[in-house]
């Protein structure tokens, strides 16, 4: 990997391997998808870089229908969307690590096909937006309990079988099954995934709301 990508996240951040996942306390977390916004600071012309790129990747262009450039990337496995200004949205990593591959791939392609070359010096901003994860706490839950006593949560199981918990700290959001798994979003960095589902078990904890697996 070259020193010209740079990840825009909070100080501390520690970047999980991708394919790892965070064990601690009986929680299994594995992240999912990874989404974030980059710059890389040069205009692209995006009906010649679409003619290009043909030849190497899958691309999809219809302007008519949306304004920017959608390439797969097949390594790591990741989707783009890439726009004239040079800012682009890539999706579908498993870490911050690979949105910096697929920039480093990404950005050399471009660079290659692109005649507004850009600064050279001028690292990528990469900014991580969502991680979406997915995890079982090691317990069963009494949703029912959960929606009485837990503030800032909802639970229709009507509608849907999960109840749905909203965190401030971190800020993120937990869809909480009855078998314990959960699935979280609105992460913005992936400590902050283990953390939130850390303090979710702990709040069901306190209010009684785990129950031994029998089959455990």
Do not use: W
């Not at 579908?92 to 950005?107: F, N, Q």
């Amino acid at each position: 990997m070259t020193q010209d990508e740079e990840v825009v996240i909070e100080d501390g951040d520690e970047d999980i391997p991708e394919g790892e996942v965070y064990d601690d306390e009986g929680i299994v977390v594995n992240i999912q998808n990874v989404v974030a916004s980059v710059d890389i600071y040069f205009k692209i012309p995006l009906e010649k870089v679409a003619s290009i790129l043909m030849t190497s990747s899958e691309v999809s262009y219809i302007p008519e229908q949306f304004p920017g450039l959608v390439v797969k990337i097949k390594e790591p496995k990741t989707s783009a969307l890439v726009f004239s200004s040079g800012k682009m949205v890539i999706t579908g990593a498993k870490s911050a690590s690979g949105i910096k591959e697929a920039v480093t791939v990404l950005r050399s392609q471009l660079r290659q096909s692109s005649t507004t070359k850009g600064p050279k010096n001028k690292a990528a901003k990469i900014t991580v937006q969502n991680i979406v994860a997915s995890g079982n706490i090691g317990y069963k839950i009494d949703l029912e309990l959960a929606a009485l006593l837990l503030e800032n949560s909802m639970y229709e199981p009507e509608q849907f079988p999960g109840l749905i918990y909203r965190l401030k700290k971190p800020k993120t959001v937990l869809l909480l099954f009855q078998t314990g798994n959960v699935v979280c979003t609105g992460a913005k960095k992936e400590s902050y995934v283990f953390q939130a589902v850390k303090h979710v078990k702990d709040d069901l904890m306190g209010i009684e709301a785990l129950i031994e697996d029998e089959a455990a």
